[in-house]
């Protein structure tokens, strides 16, 4: 993305934010980011689910989360019960996000890059991708 850096789009993505820098167990350079999710943030999520997954991804999301959706329901209830309890209960206003940047060295050059190790909302793993694509949307 060349509008701007993935510092800036996670920092105007979260509030309550900090960055703390440290080496790792096996003395690799490690940023990582801490911060609280914003309204903003949340609403950008609600939508891409909406719009986005697929019945039978929104049933996988919500098992993850230990949500098991009526089986009543026919399929546009049983998406619909889906968003609404993606709404009220994940990446809420206020939840914890977590990312973890290595800090490597090219050994052609000695440029600095770096890679997503890992992010979580609320201790829980996310796909680097869709919160890349939700913090520059």
Known sequence: ?????????????????????????????????????????????????????????????????????????????????AINWAFSKIWQEGTDFTAQFAILVNPEGGSKYFEVSNMEVAGQKVDQNTMLDLIYK
């Open 1 to 81: 993305h060349e509008s701007t850096t993935v510092g800036k789009a996670l920092e105007a993505s979260f509030f309550d934010w900090e960055w703390i820098e440290y080496k790792s167990d096996k003395g690799q350079r490690i940023v990582e980011f801490n911060g609280r999710i914003t309204s903003g943030l949340h609403r950008d999520f609600i939508e891409m689910i909406n719009g986005e997954l697929t019945i039978v991804e929104l049933f996988a999301l919500a098992e993850t989360y230990g949500y098991i959706l009526p089986q009543e329901l026919d399929e546009p209830k049983r998406r619909q019960e």
